[in-house]
C-alpha cells in the first residue's frame, strides 16, 4: 500500500503549456525531502495544457492532472483540485512561475507543525514585493482593491488578494460549501467564509514577472469581484450570478439613457429614441451577461446569435410586465416610484430566471 502524500499543491492553469515542465521541476527542488504530489487544474486549455502534464504524470506519479470540460474560473478549479486531494496540508499557487516556490516549505511547515491554519505567501508585508504586475494600472487596481478589501476581513492581512497559500485541508473543506466559488479571490473568498477566525501566517514573497504566455486578468474579473464582494455582504442570500445580472442590468439602463440622448441631439423624436435606446441596451446587456454573469457558460457562434435573440424575446415579455405592473401599482396607490421599483424588480426577476435557464441553461 503506498499512502496519500502529505502535501498537495493544487495549481489551477489555463494556457499554461510553456509553464507546466519548469514548475514541476521547480517544486521537486524546492520540496525535496518532503511528500508531495501536485494537482494541475486545468479548464481544457486550447494550447493543451493537459497534454503536457499527463506526459509527465506518466514517469512521475507526484504529477497529477484534472482536466475540466466546459467550464472556465480561476475559483472554481481552485476548489475542485483542493477536494480532489486527500493529503493533510494542501497549498495552492499559480501556474505560471509568478509565484515564489522557494517560500513553500516555510509556509508548509507553519501549518504543519506551527500550528496556524493559513499561511499565505504575501507581497506586501516586509520583504515582500510586487516588482512582477504587469503595469501601473495593474498596481493601482490591486492597491485599492486590497484597500476596499481589507476593511471587510475578520483578521487583518497584509495581502488578502493573493492566490498563494498554504492551508489544513480540513478547514478548507469546512469553508467550501458557504464559498462563493467566482472570480480569481480564492484566498478572500476562504477568509469570508470561514466557520471561525482562522490563525494565519504571513511569509513575504517577491511576486515575480511572468515566465512565459499570458495573464488572464482583465477587466471583466474585476466586475466580478465587485460581485463576490456583494454576495459576502448579502450573507449569501442572493446568488452571485443574481447580484451580477442586476448590475448588468443597472449598466443596460445608463446604456439606454445615453442613446437616448444622443438621439435627442440628433433630433429623433422621444419615442425613436427610447426605442433605439432599449435595443441598443438589449445588446449590451446580452453581451455584458454573456462576457460576465455567464462567463463560465459563455455561448459563441452560431449559439451567441441563437441565445441574443431569445434574449430580446425574453426582455421584451419583461419589459411589457414591468409597464404593466408599474400601471397598476400607479392607478391604485398614486405612488410612481413605487409603482416603477416594483414593476423594475419583478422584472429584473424574471429575465434573470428565464435567460439562466432558457439561455445560459445553468442547472
Ligand atoms: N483552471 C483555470 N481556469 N486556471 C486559470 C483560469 C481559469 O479560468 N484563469 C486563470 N487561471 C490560472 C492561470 O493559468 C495562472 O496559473 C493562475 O490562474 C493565475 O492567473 P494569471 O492570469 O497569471 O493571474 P495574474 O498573474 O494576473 O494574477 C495573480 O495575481 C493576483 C493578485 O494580484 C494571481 O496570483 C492571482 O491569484 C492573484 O490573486
Ligand atoms: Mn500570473
Redesign the pocket.
Known sequence: MRPAPEISIVV?????RANVRPLVAALSHALAGRDWEVIF???NSPDGTIDEVRALAERDGRVRGLLRVGR???SS?VIEGVLSSSARIVAVM???M?HDESCLGRMIDAVAGDGYDIAVGSRHVAGGDNAGLASGWRTFL?DSGIRLVQMTLPVRLGDP????FAMRRDLFAQTVPRLSGTG??ILLDVFLSAPRRPRVLEVPFVFRP?AAGE???DILVLVQFVAMLADKLCRGFLPTRFIAFSLVGLAGILVNLAVLEVGRRLGADFTTGQWLGTLVAMVTNFWMNNALTYRDRRLRGARMWLGLALFMVICSAGAIADVGIARAIFSRDGQWGLASTAGAAIAVVWNYAVSSTLIWRVR
Open positions: 489551477p492553469c489555463y494556457n499554461e487544474v486545468d479548464d472556465r474560473g480561476l478549479a499559480d501556474g505560471d509568478q490591486s488578494m493573493s492566490g498563494f480569481f479571490k511572468r495573464s488572464k486578468l
